[in-house]
């Protein structure tokens, strides 16, 4: 029962890692929260759900698809709405609002193109069982470990081995001192937040094969759940948004687990509270403030 | 190689730099001296595009840099050390050469950082430790080593003696001379006005934004202005 409930809480929290370390990402290079990022999330989600049903692609093209649909907004949100305001000198805070409003623009076009109701993946991922040991993990729980946890490996790896990577890294850590190493650090910027809600676009259609239910406003909680474990490990700590969204998956399971299934998002919200308590700068974060801007 | 004439540049109503003049030729060693405030800074900030000028010029090798983005003037071969030296803390030593050579393709990268290390064997002994766990002495070369990566013809350096003990000082003078005997031609801001002028050929004055002297660095040290106010009124020996 306990390592059951362990599995399922690692699946569920490494798609929050997914979307975590989109928010962890533009955090570093921008300072900002990009509030919408749980709409990225939703709208990746419905791509892969319209290519998988609609055009019959099968999983992996649905998920590379929500992924550059998630690039593209990100790309078009970075363009649109965030650079306009980087080139004047505004308030530090306009930014996060533009990022406001465009999360209620894309939660809106959504209810527009895909209507209100929830809709799901097509059953055939979701029947098979495998059975490990005693532990019974579905052939969905099995894709999105392997997908999720991939996926995080190979960022890891780009992060602290590629020079664009380390590029992100330097223009996180700093902007003007990676700017005078000659990084150019606007394109990073797009190239992070193109990077970011493609993984947001891809964890989409994770969590849409893992509850089997998308529509429009799921972006929302999903959206707080990501900004938590932000929070949680460490304002801009990519390790930090990995393991944080892990423990708040396994948090909520094993709440759900041992009867306070009513409460799920408050206990799991409850934790994240006791542990800034204890450790303010979140579990991966350092003392000094993070950030060159 | 680098021109400026009457550059003035600030921050909103604060204005930093009023209508300076400064040159540096080719393969010289030139100091810009002046008190704290005086806005040294600024002008690098400027030369580097990461500050855009109210008004004037900046030519390098007879280009016109002003309002070229800071990564251009970098792989014009300009390269700055700046104030206070900005390390990368979170990445390692060896992270810190690397990004310094963010630009170069050609296949010389490697034989620059075994140079490097030449120069700085410390850096070479803690290359895969975090940047911020080197002391100020060390850090210092890192940002010099760093800074000599993306092979610049100007090398700036913004107050390299900052805040290091007396014997370390030396040795970064030492090592600055060095880089300009090997070819790289320098500007270097200083409060340390002794050693400034004793390694350079040509120094100005700065202050409160107005250059108010400039001049071979003998003769700008035997000034009686300047002694009285930067060498306690003794003679540079
Ligand atoms: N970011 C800034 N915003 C506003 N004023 C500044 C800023 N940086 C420097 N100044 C002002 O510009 C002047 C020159 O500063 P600076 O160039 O740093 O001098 P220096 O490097 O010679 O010590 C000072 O009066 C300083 O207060
Ligand atoms: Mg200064």
Redo the contacts with the bound molecule.
Sequence with gaps: MFWQQMVNGITLGSTYALIALGYTLIFGVLNIVNMAHGEIFMFGAFVGLILATKFNIGIFGALLGAMVAGAVLGYLMERLALRPLRRRKVSELAPLISTIGVSIFLESLALRLFGPQAQSFPGVYSTQLFEIGGLKISAVQILILAISFGLMLVLRFWLSKTQLGKSIRATAENIETANLLGVDTQKIIVLTVMLASALGGGAGVLVGLAFNAIEPTMGITMGFKGLAVLILGGLGNITGAMVGGLLLGVAEVFSVAYGVSSYRDAVAFGLIIVLLFLRPQGLFGSQEQQGGR | MLKIEQLAA???N?K??KNIDLSVPVGSIVSLI????????????VIMGLLKPDSGQILFKGQNINGVATHKIVSAGLSLVP?GRNILCRMTVLENLEMGACQRRDNEVQADMKRIFRRFPILEERKSQLGGTLSGGQQQMLAIGRALMSRPELLLL??PSMGLAPLVVSDIFKVIQEINQEGTTILL?E?NVRQALKIAQYAYV?E??KMILHGQAKDIANNPRVMEAYLGGKKVG
Excluded: C, F
């Design positions: 600030g921050y909103g604060i930093a730099l002046g008190a704290n405030g005086a806005g040294k800074t600024t002008a690098m900030k104030e913004d107050e801001v409060q700065l409160t934004g």
